[in-house]
């Protein structure tokens, strides 16, 4: 039986990256590019995961998906047509994702043109396409005519852009339609592109979480989970936090606000510019999480390095834990106590101030 049409959800994966839908209602097709150019930078790989992870965690239960990749031609055959959002088949769309490679030039219009037939006829409905912003097919289909369909058929169009100038021919169609284009770095984070994906679909309101493991089918929200999910600090200073990364420039960093620079061993210590004293912290990376062994010495940019001496917490729940730091003879020379909580799709840690030497590392 057909979804009510408020809670009807249909994606094409285009690969342009902008998002900003206004509300959750009707049908979202999401586009995205696979052209060669979306290997520049590992562009494709960043966006695949950033959509799983929305997919499998955060799409709304009960919408529909249609699951569309592009780039001189469409292919459907990476996921559904139009397919409810269950438990099941986000999981294997999901999977379809992981299949999708960048080859071949770019065919915005055609992939547009496609993901309004998804939409069918003039029943509304939005179309989100994700990629590089650009235009390289020959015999294309025009913006005009695109935005002509669109307005016709009652369908907005939202664009994601990665990297790129958007093209003003595609930057054109999807103003005339009523939708927003969205941009972002080439060296984005997870956590901007969610924030994007988020806003499309709840407008800056609460964000929805669906738990397949839950006899409760209704959405929750991530308020209602832990604190540190709501609100938390960035730790983005990750080249010199990633647990492979040694001391660099002859300096080192301390998770200690007040940390006066000091010099020990021809070596001065400075505190972490990311570093904003005790309180809930996210590691702004893709899959940014605490390593779960020893790093060893002088790893993380400092001279003992913090690792999770045990696991981390399944889905949707908080745990204790305590917070190891090792050097080159060690594993735990010193501990800590903190607090790790996981989001529906990201972890959230509860971090104590340290003294000097040490640090908390990023897998």
């Known amino acids: 039986t057909e979804a009510p049409a408020q809670m009807r959800i249909s994606w094409i994966l285009c690969i342009l990256l902008p998002l900003g839908l206004e509300n959750v209602e009707g049908t979202l097709v999401i586009a995205v590019d696979k052209s060669g150019s979306m290997a520049d930078d590992n562009k494709l790989t960043k966006v695949k995961e950033v959509l799983k992870n929305w997919l499998v965690h955060t799409a709304p239960q009960d919408g529909e998906v249609g699951l569309l990749a592009f780039n001189e031609s469409t292919h459907s055959q990476y996921g559904f047509d139009l397919s409810k959002l269950h438990t099941l088949n986000r999981t294997e769309i999901a999977k379809q994702i992981d299949k999708i490679e960048a080859l071949g030039g770019t065919c915005y219009g055609k992939a547009m043109f496609d993901a309004e037939g998804l939409l069918g006829g003039e029943s509304g409905g939005k179309i989100l396409v994700i990629g590089d912003g650009k235009l390289e097919c020959t015999d294309d289909i025009s913006m005009d005519e695109i935005a002509n369909r669109a307005i016709k058929n009652k369908q907005t169009i939202y664009t994601i852009n990665v990297g790129n100038e958007l093209d003003k021919a595609i930057e054109n169609a999807s103003r005339k339609t009523g939708g927003i284009n969205f941009k972002l770095d080439i060296d984005f984070s997870a956590f901007e592109m969610e924030e994007q994906i988020n806003e499309v679909f709840e407008g800056g309101k609460t964000i929805h979480i669906y738990d397949e493991n839950s006899d409760d089918r209704s959405s929750r929200s991530v308020q209602g989970q832990s604190e ?10 990750f080249r010199y936090r990633k647990s ?9 960093y301390c998770d200690n606000q007040h940390q006066v620079i000091m010099k020990t061993n021809d070596v001065d210590f400075h505190p972490s510019p990311d570093w904003k004293g005790e309180g ?23 001279s003992l390095a913090g690792w999770v001496k045990g696991s981390h917490p399944s889905k949707g729940t908080t745990k204790d834990v305590d917070i190891c730091f090792s050097d080159d003879s060690t594993d735990c020379i010193t501990s800590v106590t903190a607090k790790i909580s996981e989001c529906y799709g990201y972890y959230v840690y509860y971090l104590k101030e340290l003294t000097c030497m040490q640090r908390y590392c990023v897998e």
């Open 228 to 237: 540190g999910c709501k609100k938390y600090e960035l730790l983005n200073h």
């Open 244 to 252: 492979g990364n040694a001391d660099d420039l002859g300096r080192s």
């Open 280 to 302: 809930w912290y996210r590691f702004d990376t893709f899959n940014g999480r605490m390593p779960e062994n020893a790093p060893g010495g002088d790893k993380c940019g400092t």
